[in-house]
């Protein structure tokens, strides 16, 4: 590591990132009119200052300038005295420098007019932001369900982006304060790359077509082959029917939603108890809320690894209690005793604040005992 490299990260400098594909290619051809104005301005600056250097016999520096002042109308007066032949010619070069401005204006308020090229720097804006996102979730389409995923991910501050092919996409971004969007194809390679994809935690595929989820999550998981990517995406899609859900599982998605399904639980929750309604938005929806329930996985390398769950004094040294331990082969204990082992691979279910919880991932994940329990 170099000095440089040292001082800049002593400073906590950090050098802009710059997204991956460039707009320059969609920026060319809305600058070809401007081709000609160029040209004639270029053509008109050497034909004034060649008339300058034969027929005034001005040195090469004065006939530029001359040009120059003359050609852009400023008004500056003249470097030296000019001769009648000099005048005339004088009054066609501003004619022409008149009549080239006139025509790049009015290229110019043409192709603005049709806001192709400020579109195309409003993206190239939104892409360096997006650039500097890390570990963010990329939702494709919009829709009701959007809307909601959208409230609740800024609520816990978890970055995002949403990306929708259809040109009212801008519309509904500053209507759902999204501070991320994009305008293309979700399925598109050149989206994924735009979307900082590489840096991403995950994607939610939330289109009302299952066509379009599964095109989705095809397309990501190619993705993730052909850029080589340490770690896979974690994908969740929504699906209408059973069959639908089993599909997405299929071809790679790892959590796949049905609205009508969670709908119907919920009722019949609510059926059989009213309060479950009030416990479920206190509990598992309030992001104001000191309690939380997340699980936890037990690496084969823990220190916890066939310790029974008394030994492992959990509950003493985290504040926090484990209510169920999902198997490796997929089998649940709810509400384990202390004398139920913890085996490898499992995964506990803790409920207690986010700071136990927190405590309790360190504490699992160790190798050696803590020095706590080492006379226990």
């Known amino acids: ?80 005295e000019l001769s009648n032949v000099g005048k005339i010619f004088t009054i066609n070069l501003i004619i022409a420098g008149f009549a080239v401005f006139s025509s790049a204006i009015g290229i110019l308020v043409s192709e603005l007019n049709k806001g192709k090229i400020v579109a195309i720097l409003k993206e190239r804006r939104m892409l360096y932001k997006i650039v500097r996102l890390k570990k963010h979730f990329v939702i494709c389409h919009h829709n009701a369900y959007t809307i909601e995923v959208t409230n609740q991910l800024r609520k816990n501050h978890i970055p995002f982006i949403v990306i929708d092919p259809r040109p009212e996409i801008h519309e509904w971004a500053v209507e759902y304060k999204y501070p991320n969007h994009l305008q293309a194809e979700p399925h598109a390679e050149l989206a994924m790359l735009k979307a900082n994809l590489s840096s991403a935690k995950g994607l939610i595929a939330l289109s009302s077509s299952i066509s379009d989820n599964i095109a989705l999550i095809a397309s990501v998981r190619l993705f993730e082959k052909e850029h080589f990517l340490p770690r896979p995406y974690y994908i969740i899609s929504s699906a209408e029917s059973a069959g639908d859900v089993e599909k997405l599982k299929k071809l790679g998605a790892d959590t796949v939603v049905s609205p009508t399904k969670l709908t119907a639980q919920r009722v019949s929750a609510m059926a059989a108890r009213p309060d479950m309604e009030n416990l479920l938005e206190e509990f598992l929806y309030k992001s104001d809320n000191p309690l939380d329930m997340q699980e936890i996985f037990v690496p084969k390398f823990s220190w916890a690894v066939l310790k029974k769950l008394k030994e492992t004094r959990i509950r003493e040294m985290t504040n926090t209690s484990v209510v169920g331990i999902t198997k490796k082969d997929g089998k649940f204990i709810s509400m384990p005793k202390g004398d139920v082992l913890v085996t490898s691979e499992c995964k506990l279910l803790v409920i207690g604040t986010q700071k136990g919880i927190a405590t309790t991932k360190g504490l699992v994940r160790q190798r050696i005992k803590p020095k706590e329990l080492k006379f226990v």
Request: hydrophobic fraction near 50%; charge should be neutral; avoid cysteine.
């Open 1 to 80: 590591m170099n000095l440089l490299v040292r001082i800049r990260k002593f400073l906590n400098w950090e050098i802009t990132p710059k997204p991956d594909p460039r707009l320059l290619p969609e920026v060319y051809p809305h600058l070809k009119p401007f081709r000609l104005p160029l040209i004639l301005t270029v053509f008109v600056m050497l034909i004034g200052t060649i008339g300058y250097v034969i027929i005034e016999d001005f040195p090469i520096f004065d006939a530029i300038y001359q040009t120059a002042i003359t050609f852009t109308t400023v008004g500056f007066g003249e470097v030296h």
